[in-house]
């Protein structure tokens, strides 16, 4: 009876950190059914015939077996890997993630094309630009070469989803020759509204205005060709309610809010107070810049047994705050505010839960202090989940 000895090589990709090629160098494997599993207790896979490419979805450790079974028994060997994905293109940067419009920051597409985003008229008047930006590394130019009717020049949204007889407001940021432009709903569909007339500056100024619905869906139009003028355009936003929204930023009471600053598993003003190997640097997973907290929770616990802690800010004692963050998760993973651990005169907010979307949360408290640490409290449920965006604002 033949003795079977598996045996295999491992090759990483060049191009991807994530992809490896396996070939089973089994004596006679041939004379033998072959499988692998790229995950411990993971599903099967048939050997082919050269190497085999596997493309792994998430990082870390991975045991890799081949199994060679013949009708007088079966084999198997094994090696370990550590597998790191590739990080992304470098091309991400803050936005505001209520902003209800689809590329609403103009970055996606190519060329003069942007991806959500229709000329009604005056298509030649419209091109990117890579110079004049205001947000991200991509605004639109609009060069108009006479006077002429305001949706001659006609840049127009994909539907964004609104509710009925609610309020929303539409905002862009403009720069240029003093040109005339205005806000416009749903053209071409019905129910158009119009907007008042707005006169670029020279400098980048908001431009904004607040209207009722009137369908299950709106199209937000610029309507631009009022005046022979070149001006530039970014950040066009959509939110609920009577207020534009600000630029995206990191701007907060707190320090390093983003999480941006820091090495590998390291957040610059924050503690790992417990569960400091539960706490992990993400980079794909992020919701605006580079970088986020990963927090992976291997069972279910107390709230405090991971614990994610600011730096001391100052606070006006008495004084009422908003804190803030965005989570995506998984299980259901629940996470609590609260204040000044270990420090004295803490508070507690309320348990929230992650979806499999990113999701804002707040929480208001009253400084109860001249100084205020604030804690993510987060070891309540197993599984992994991801954080982003940490603000905290004065009312």
Do not use: C
């Amino acid at each position: 009876m033949q003795q079977i000895e598996p045996s295999f090589t491992v090759q990483q990709s060049t191009d991807d950190s994530s992809v490896y090629f396996f070939e089973n160098t089994t004596p006679g494997k041939e004379n033998f059914y072959n499988y692998w599993q790229f995950t411990l207790d993971g599903p099967k896979f048939a050997d082919a015939v050269g190497p085999v490419e596997h493309k792994f979805s998430e990082e870390g450790f991975k045991r890799v077996v081949l199994t060679v079974v013949s009708r007088n028994g079966s084999a198997f060997t094994s090696q370990d890997l550590t597998v790191a994905l590739p990080l992304p293109d470098d091309t991400r940067f803050l936005f505001n993630p209520e902003n209800l419009l689809a590329n609403g920051y103009l970055a996606e597409g190519a060329d003069d094309d942007f991806t959500n985003w229709g000329k009604f008229n005056g298509e030649d008047r419209i091109s990117q630009e890579s110079s004049e930006v205001l947000v991200g590394f991509r605004s639109a130019k609009v060069a108009n070469p006479v006077d002429g009717n305001p949706w001659e020049t006609q840049f127009v949204s994909d539907a964004a989803p609104t509710v009925n007889g609610e309020e929303y407001t539409v905002s862009v940021w403009v720069k240029g020759d003093p040109g005339v432009i205005r806000f416009s709903t749903n053209p071409g569909v019905g129910g158009d509204q119009y907007g008042p007339d707005y006169t670029v500056t020279t400098d980048w100024a908001q431009y904004s205005w607040t209207f009722t619905a009137n369908s299950d869906t709106t199209l937000i139009a610029l309507d631009m060709g009022t005046t022979e003028a070149e001006f530039f355009i970014d950040a066009i936003e959509l939110v609920s309610g009577s207020e534009p929204l600000p630029l995206p930023s990191n701007d907060s009471e707190l320090l390093n809010g983003g999480l941006e600053e820091g090495a590998d598993n390291d957040f610059t003003n924050w503690g790992k107070f417990n569960g400091e190997d539960r706490l992990l640097e993400e980079t794909i997973e992020v919701l605006g810049g580079s970088r986020g907290l990963k927090v992976v929770n291997p069972v279910n616990g107390n709230p405090w047994e991971t614990q994610f802690v600011s730096d001391a800010f100052d606070t006006v004692n008495g004084d009422s705050y908003t804190i803030s963050l965005w989570i995506k998760g998984e299980n259901a993973a629940v996470v609590r505010f609260s204040t000044n651990p270990g420090v004295g005169g803490d508070q507690y907010g309320p348990d929230y839960t992650a979806t499999s979307e990113w999701t804002k949360y707040s929480w208001i408290f009253t400084a109860n202090s001249d100084t205020t640490l604030i804690a993510l409290d987060m070891g309540t449920t197993e599984g992994t989940f991801y954080v982003d965006d940490i603000k905290v604002v004065k009312d």
